[in-house]
């Protein structure tokens, strides 16, 4: 089983960020991919969890086809992939809480009724505390936010995790805590991990097998 | 160029802000001396107060910070000398700063030259000499003269970053204020912009690198300033600091690097408003015993200055 994308293609206008990519993410490995600012790792990042839609190319998911993109994918295939963005004040909604941050997948999913139950199991592997969860994003620090980010993304315990520069803005001690909180849940649930980073000694040292840009003919292990 | 005998100091700076429920101490009793030349880096977790330290010595705290102590550069002192005498004589002229993120910091609708013509003019330069020196800044600040008529969002991330230094250098201060120069570049565009500062220090700058990349400041810095809880808890020459930390914090956040144990501290640094009365680090120590319930102070330890009841190797 794995996240797959086959021949993606994508352009901006006339400016071609992918030339058929073809990228696959397997369940139960960290895969790592590095590569210079602006090459296009954030692009197939959007592409691999749905959220943009290519000029060409497929993307499948536990060997099912999507046939569609954004809310058009079914929910069943689009919340087996999570994702963790570079800035987590651009990903959040400044109105809510921490706590309703976090348990918004589980409410858009129908899954609200025994949300606050699971609350703690979300939030104490981050390390987040109570006092925390009733502030708002601008009452907290850029590594607690991501902290919560982090939580959110693994709400509905998704098949497949992509963490897009999850660490870049963080210090040294928040980065190793949210790395080690991804490897635990990568082992306990056997889920796969796409590990994006322009930071080849992190990845060093947080994935199984590291492709660096550009890819070619990619092969894994 | 000669710098030699211009200095930064910085006295006992300590600034509160005061909120109708609590009171925030961003900055304690700060105090360390910066000459030109030298490359002094302040690093911290997110939330420890360097950027509000920054901020002080420019002048941009908000209307409600109470600041005491004292920061003279040259013999000006930037916290008595009013908003007149900084705007005139200090920021751009006598510090320069250098930006978070250049992209945001450049105006989008134009040219780096019209930018970098409009600051030399709001310096002083006369209207025929403009061209020349917007062409001299971007030279020393290393940005090829073919990238002067492209507007920001034709420049990668490390040719916007140089950008934003020329127009730093607009001013020939000769002290730079770097905070946060790296957020969001890659490690090449980290390296090569730490190598450029340590150039315009070799040149002759004085340099306060404001980061949370420690492997950044270990490029380029000649001393580290280490900032916990809104005090300095350790000042060391760079090597010694990086091989052989003295306070418990600084080994903790080391460990933490990914090419070293990889091994995050326990639980969150202290709220600024809710400070502990004796050492702020206590609760999340290793060594921590009933004397840590009084603070203590920087005191000399090897070739820098710890504040702990019970630094490592000494």
Redesign the interface.
Known sequence: MALTAHQITVRYGRHQVLDRVDFTVPEATTIGLAG???CGKSTLARVLALLHKPSSGTVSIGGHHTPGWRHRAPRQLRTRVAIVF?QPRLAVDPRLRLRDIILEPLHATGLGADASARLPALTGPV?L?AELLDRRPHEV????LQRACLARALALQPRYLICDEMT??????????L??VVQEYQQRTGAGVLAIS?????L???ADATLTWPLTGVALP | MSHSFRVLRVDQLSVRFRLPDATVAAVTDVTFSLPAGECLALV????CGKSVLASALLGLLPGNAEIRGGALLDEVDLLSCGEKVLARSIRGRRVGLVPQSPAAHLTPVRTVRAQLEETTHVLGTARPDRRAAARRYADRAHLDASHLNRYPHQL??GLAQRAATALALAGEPWLLLADEPT???????VDATMDELARLRDNGHGILLIT?D?AAARRVADRVAVMYASRIVEIAPTAQLFDSPRHPYTA???D????RR????P??PPELSRLPDGCAFAPRCSRTDPDCALLPKLAPVGDGDVACHHPLGG
């Open positions: 210079p600012s602006g570079q390390g505390t620090s850029d590594g607690q870049t803005m963080l210090d040294a001690s928040t980065q190793a805590h790395v080690a322009h930071d080849p000694v992190l060093d040292r947080w | 911290g977790e997110s939330g990668s991330g957020t969001g570049l890659d490690r090449r565009l949370h420690l903790a956040l080391l933490a690097l990914p090419d990889f091994r995050p501290l639980g969150f």
